[in-house]
């Protein structure tokens, strides 16, 4: 009988790592021999010529069917479009199949070499001097597979967006690139893979949305990575990532995406704002890290998972944000001891949520507008003691609710307008004596509610019109 040995993580990592360098190794050799063999009908060549004293200047040779035209230029901007219209006119984008760029370049401009959909292969001299990608500079073009040289410290907004044929990039080593733009590789349908050098610092909006091939993002040891954009891996088929420890993702990172694993410095991740909203590939019991401290602004949003939310014992979670969970299908929430702020909407429009249960020893203090507003199969629920505000349309809706108990020692001074307005299955509550303000329409159109009992010596000062 056979026995299989799981591999540790730290050993697969390397391995990848390995896998990688060597991929990379044998695609450099392979283009750089492809580029050597290439004729001057197809391909455009330049070559640098530093005249003494001006370094400054160079020579570009464009050649094509052995005619060279030649140009003397003040730049260490590639500009390749009014020589090659020269060569082949207003067509030329479609004529261009494989380009050699030398060292000297520090730039490529702006759409460069954008919609030449005969490209299929560029090259970059040994040693290149190139720091900028312009915007749009290869865009729906049909390059296939491409190395970046390590001195490019910036891939500009969309300078590969609908390269649909590119299957592969690389880096070379020890890549100054800190950050990949907007929509930098957006619509790369082809991309299965890539490896992120670790001087990345950011990844922006939608850099990788609609690359629906992409099934593997690495990032390499030491990554300093800091923030991940909106949607940046929008429509891939990403099961599972691993984020650099420290990174800040912003709202909707992984909206529509397939992740149901994400990690942190190899550790479960903080929900960060947005960062499974409209997701359904998220297992359906979901338990939270003891470290968690927010789940940020619409965190689940509209999402088909979890159902069932717990966290782990000792959790240090002080903050549910702003529509944290709003309309999505959660069944059953353990909220923690810790939790200090209910933020509005956080629990808006979860049909399916019927059972709300807080640790013992509660902090929270405070319910936003909205909490639990149009949770239709709410059937009960324990305020903690220390709660202090039920904010407008906290408990609005929930025409299923038939039992509201406040703790013993309760705080509460205020209840907010329509708070339990159309609770229609409300049969009697008992109003806590430090209640200061029933503020209007309270408990309008509860039209089960039968008993309304005050606790003695009630501070109760102001009751707003229509209260019941």
Known sequence: MSVRRSVPTRNKRAILRAISVFAVGILSTFLETEAMQLSETEAIRLFPEDPPGS???????????????????????????EVARAIWGPDWRFQLQHLFIPSWPEALDKGCLSYCQSLTS??????????????????????????????????????????????????????????????AFQSCACLQSVLIPRSVEGLDRACFSQCSSLVFVLFEVDSQLKT????????????????????????????????????????????????????????????????????GASCFAFGRSPTIVT?????????????????CHLRSITIPSSVEVLCNECFLGCHSLSVVLFEMGSHLTEMGNGTFQDCSSLPSITIPKDVMVIGDDGFSKCCALVSVRFEVGSRLTKIG??????????????????????LSNSFAACHAL????????????????GFF
Request: glycine residues 10%; proline residues 5%.
């Open 55 to 81: 370094p400054a200047f160079f020579r570009e040779v464009f050649a094509f069917d052995g005619v060279c035209v030649s140009t003397l230029k003040n730049s260490v901007v590639l500009q390749i479009e």
């Open 228 to 295: 991940v954009g909106d949607e940046a891996f929008r429509g891939t088929k990403l099961a599972r990532i691993c984020l650099p420890a420290g990174v800040t993702c912003g709202c909707r990172v992984l909206v529509h995406s397939c992740v149901n694993t994400i990690l942190v410095g190899g550790e479960p991740a903080n929900p960060f704002c947005g960062l499974f909203a409209g997701t359904g590939a998220l297992p359906h019991t979901l338990e939270g890290p003891q470290d968690l401290k927010t789940i």
């Open 311 to 327: 966290f782990e014992s000792g959790s240090h979670l002080t903050t549910i944000g702003p529509s944290a969970f709003t309309r």
């Open 122 to 183: 560029v090259v970059f001299g040994i040693d290149s001097r190139l720091k900028g990608i312009g915007a749009g500079a290869f865009s729906r073009s049909s390059l296939q597979s491409l190395i970046l040289p390590k001195g490019v410290g910036v891939l500009e907004k969309e300078c590969f967006a609908y390269c649909t044929q590119l299957t592969l990039v690389s880096f070379e080593a020890d890549s100054h690139l800190m950050r990949i733009g907007v929509e």
């Open 417 to 438: 307008i329509e708070a339990f307005g159309d609770c229609s299955s409300l049969p009697s509550i008992t109003i806590p004596k430090s209640v200061e303000a029933i």
């Open 450 to 465: 039968s008993s309304v009992v005050f606790e003695e010596d009630s501070h109760l000062a102001k009751v707003g019109n």
